[in-house]
């Protein structure tokens, strides 16, 4: 199982899924910023609570584009 979780790691850590995920994150974490916290950026009463949500928000998609392109990758790699 360690020899599996490193190449996860590896896979996770590539610069194309890396690329993909930055993209992802951006476009999804926007979109999701603007909905959840919308209100606040405009009246500019933004908090550092609402600072650290937005983190996570981009955070989020991130990962799970991440993780799903090393499963993806997984996958392809062992129907070979």
Do not use: Q
Request: hydrophobic content about 50%.
């Amino acid at each position: 199982n360690k020899n599996l979780n490193r190449k996860m790691i590896k896979l996770f850590l590539r610069k194309d899924v890396s690329f993909r995920a930055l993209k992802i994150a951006i476009v999804v974490g926007l979109i999701l910023a603007f909905i959840n916290h919308g209100d606040h950026l405009l009246k500019g009463d933004m908090t550092i609570t609402n600072w650290v949500k937005i983190l996570f928000t981009f955070f989020v998609p991130y990962c799970v584009s991440s993780f799903s392109s090393v499963l993806a990758i997984k996958k392809e790699n062992t129907n070979d």
